[in-house]
C-alpha cells in the first residue's frame, strides 16, 4: 500500500466547529488531493495541491480550505462545520506524469451533529 | 454538470458470468480513463486504466473497451467471482492540465453471488 495516512479516521463534531482533517505521505509526490464520498455522488473534488504552498479549488470547496506547507503534509479545514459536510474523505496522491496512478487513503468519517 | 456518467447504480451477477459496466464522457480533452475499485470501509484502488489510442486493455479477468467516437468506455469482468463484490468507479482526467485530478462517475455497487 501506498505510504498515506489520514487522521483522524472517525470524527464527530458539533454544527459551527472547526474542524481539520490531517495526509500524511511517506511517498513524496507531488500532487495531493482531498475528496468527499457521500451515497449517490461518487467521490468528488474538494481541493488539490501540486505543490508546497500550492493549491487549488475543486468541484465543491465552498466551506473548506486546505494548506500544504511540507511536501508530505497536506490538511483540509472546515472552517465551520455544517451537517451537509457529513461524508467520507479521502486523500489522494499522485506523481507527476500523464496517466499516473492516483492512490488512496483510507478515508476519515466525519459526522457534524 | 456531470462531466462522466456511469451505469448501472448497482449489478447483481452470477458467480461466473460476465459484469459490465458503461461509462460516458462529455469533455474531449479528458486523455486517461482508470477504472478504480472500493471495498467497504477502504479506499478506491486502482484496478485498470487506458488511454484514448487503443480501443481495447485486458488485465486477467478484466477488460476495459474504448470507444472514443462514441465518448463511452465500459468495464468487463470475465467469470465473475464472490470477491469481486465491490463498488466500482469510472474516472477520467487530463493529464496535460497539469494537475490529472479526477473525474469521477457516480460509482456501481457490484455483488457477485454464488
Known amino acids: 500500500d501506498a505510504g498515506i495516512t489520514q487522521s483522524p479516521r472517525h470524527k464527530v463534531t458539533e454544527t459551527g466547529t472547526p474542524v481539520t482533517l490531517r495526509c500524511h505521505q511517506t511517498?513524496?509526490?507531488?500532487?495531493m488531493y482531498w475528496y468527499r464520498q457521500d451515497p449517490g455522488h461518487g467521490l468528488r473534488l474538494i481541493h488539490y495541491?501540486?505543490?508546497?504552498?500550492?493549491?487549488d479549488k475543486g468541484e465543491v470547496s465552498d466551506g473548506y480550505s486546505v494548506s500544504r506547507s511540507k511536501t508530505e503534509d497536506f490538511l483540509l479545514t472546515l472552517e465551520s462545520a455544517t451537517s451537509s459536510q457529513t461524508s467520507v474523505y479521502f486523500c489522494?496522491?499522485?506523481?507527476?506524469?500523464?496517466?499516473?496512478?492516483?492512490?488512496f487513503g483510507q478515508g476519515t468519517r466525519l459526522t457534524v451533529v | 454538470q456531470q462531466q462522466v456518467k456511469q451505469s448501472p447504480q448497482s449489478l447483481i451477477v452470477q458467480k461466473g458470468g460476465i459484469s459490465i459496466i458503461n461509462c460516458a464522457y462529455e469533455?474531449?480533452?479528458?486523455?486517461?480513463f482508470p477504472w478504480y475499485q472500493q471495498f467497504p470501509g477502504k479506499g478506491p484502488a486502482l484496478l485498470i486504466a487506458?488511454?484514448?489510442?487503443?480501443s481495447e486493455k485486458k488485465e486477467g479477468r478484466f477488460t476495459i473497451s474504448f470507444n472514443k467516437s462514441a465518448k463511452q468506455f465500459s468495464l468487463h469482468i470475465m467469470d465473475s467471482q464472490p470477491g469481486d463484490s465491490a463498488t466500482y468507479f469510472c474516472?477520467?482526467?487530463?493529464?496535460?492540465?497539469?494537475?490529472?485530478?479526477?473525474?469521477f462517475g457516480k460509482g456501481t455497487k457490484l455483488s457477485v453471488i454464488p
Open positions: 489522494a496522491i499522485s506523481d507527476s506524469g500523464v496517466g499516473t496512478e492516483a492512490f
Open positions: 511517498e513524496n509526490h507531488r500532487y
Open positions: 495541491s501540486y505543490g508546497v504552498k500550492d493549491t
Open positions: 469533455n474531449t480533452a479528458f486523455d486517461y
Open positions: 487506458i488511454r484514448p489510442d487503443v
Open positions: 474516472a477520467a482526467s487530463i493529464g496535460g492540465a497539469g494537475s490529472y485530478q479526477l473525474t
